[in-house]
């Protein structure tokens, strides 16, 4: 319970600053405390190893008491010093993107990465290499680089100043990569809304960031080409909700540390013994088929395991 007192703190600072009633400068004095993050992790770390509830609570009101005094408390000095800012806060319009990189015969495999910032974010399979479309206050990026039977692709919103939006579609990045390729995967949310239908493609590896956001990801058939060990998820739960889909059938390992607030798995999953901090489930059937081997990192979101 005391965990979500910082997602407030944060929460009511920046509706201080929207509001005008606390300058956007506190933020400087807020990052210049940041020493107070390994008092926490310190503390966090000896309650989790000695099972004791009240440290890790110490833990969070270290943070929550650093985000009173820096905006509250501090005279702000990185203004008056004169140091030059690195945040601008900035107000555009969003614009309509499409991207398309053809398909390629030739391609068997590719790397992709793909970056939300805000918004919504959705990933799926289609006939082309990579697509994009969608509405960013900055450049998106699109990169594909092609060499022999391998693709590196590059997707993303762009970057650029902080942004108050003013008119403009909703922000958002609809991203597809090819049926036919083999693809080791890594997808970065942000603080969008995550939609990944990933049932269509073959994956050899698969990275989520959820970062402050919430979504689904849905797997499909494990490649059978895939090794004896599994091919890798890993889901950074962050401060999230997701909800990760399993095709019926599939042999699955679950492996979640137990800084997650809640972790609902369905039924045909059995607890084994865990390593460490996590809990580890399994389906009856993994020891005789390649299977996805998933690992949830700790976070303080929530995540529920189910299968369609």
Do not use: C
């Not at 910032?117 to 289609?126: K, P, Q």
């Not at 890594?186 to 990275?207: F, K, N, P, Q, W």
């Not at 956001?213 to 962050?238: E, F, H, K, M």
């Not at 399994?282 to 949830?296: C, G, K, M, R, Y």
């Amino acid at each position: 319970m005391a965990e979500g007192l910082t997602l407030i703190a944060v929460g009511l600072i920046l509706l201080a600053n929207m509001l005008g009633r606390l300058p956007w400068g506190v933020w400087w004095n807020i990052l210049s405390l940041w020493p107070l993050l390994l008092v926490s992790a310190g503390l966090d770390t000896i309650g989790r190893g000695t099972h004791k509830a009240w440290l890790r609570v110490a833990a969070v009101l270290v943070i929550v008491g650093g985000l009173a005094y820096g905006a509250l408390a501090m005279p702000a000095s990185a203004r008056e010093s004169g140091v030059s800012p690195v945040i601008v806060i900035d107000g555009r319009e969003s614009k309509e993107f499409t991207r398309t990189a053809p398909h390629e015969p030739a391609v068997e495999r590719g790397r992709a990465v793909i970056r939300g910032t805000a918004g919504t974010l959705s990933v799926g399979a289609g006939t082309h290499l990579a697509s994009a479309r969608g509405a960013s206050f900055y450049e998106p990026e699109f990169e594909t680089d092609v060499s022999g039977d391998t693709a590196d692709v590059l997707i993303g919103l762009g970057s650029g100043p902080w942004v108050l939006p003013t008119t403009g579609p909703p922000t958002r990045l609809d991203a597809t990569l090819d049926r036919h390729v083999a693809w080791d995967l890594s997808i970065d949310t942000g603080v969008s809304r995550l939609d990944a239908d990933l049932s269509g493609l073959t994956l050899t590896a698969l990275e989520v960031d959820l970062g402050v956001s919430q979504g689904t990801v849905t797997l499909g058939t494990v490649d059978r080409n895939a090794s004896p060990d599994g091919v890798p998820v890993v889901i950074d739960a962050g401060v999230s909700t997701v909800t990760l889909r399993i095709k019926k059938g599939q042999a699955v390992r679950v492996a979640a540390e137990e800084g997650l607030s809640h972790l609902s798995m369905p039924k045909g999953m059995t607890k084994v013994d865990g390593k460490g901090d996590a809990e580890v489930y399994e389906t009856t059937s993994l020891p005789n088929h390649a299977f996805w081997d998933i690992t949830v990192d700790s976070g303080i979101g929530n995540v529920i395991v189910e299968f369609y």
